[in-house]
């Protein structure tokens, strides 16, 4: 949880605990929110990660800003996760690729052109086993020199196709899984660009199925047999 005033961070709290997020995320907003001297009818804009990652988390914080948006009537900005990794990269390569553990052997990534201001995404958010996102990255970027960013690089360097890289002198860079400020920057910028959304229509991005769903499908299918 993050609040931003003109572009400035005036207040961080991570999610280090083991509370169930859906527990700890509303007493968190009255903290951060407290500890600034505002209240939630001061807030003019939420800004709120709208996946690839955990089902329940993007379930929880999506439900909880529509309520909001309903409620209060602001302007709403969805943000992707892998988004608010790449902007955390350091190194100057023109190209950004941004990975997360996904379980299952494979990983949530994305590839993106830096430009002046902003990343643009080459393609689509993919989750792909570790090897196959190092080699697509490797052809959306045409062979140029690529900044890798995650928050958990053991997914991608354990992996053969890592060492052509590795072997061109680039590594991981490890960024902070505190993704809150960052999440918060990226949606006021595209507030200002009048990128913005409402209740109705925001949606998660999950790039995969809910094993729920998967399971539900697979179920009626064999009992359709």
Known sequence: MAVLRDGEVLKVLPHDSQEDYSIWLLPAVHECLGVCGLGMKDVEAYAVAAGPGSFTGVRVGLTTVKAWGEVYGKPIVAVSRLEALAVQAADGAAYVAAFADARRGQVFGAAYRRGEKSLTRLGEEMVIAPGKFVE????LSGGERVSWVSS???SIIADEAWKARQAR???VEMVSNVLAPSIARIGLAQLAAGRTTDALSLDA????RSDAEIFWKGGTAKHGR
């Not at 697509?136 to 052809?139: F, H, I, K, M």
């Not at 991005?205 to 995969?208: A, E, G, L, Q, W």
């Open 169 to 171: 002198g680039e590594r």
């Open 205 to 208: 991005n999950y790039v995969r």
């Open 136 to 139: 697509t990255v490797a052809e």
């Open 152 to 154: 958990d690089s053991e």
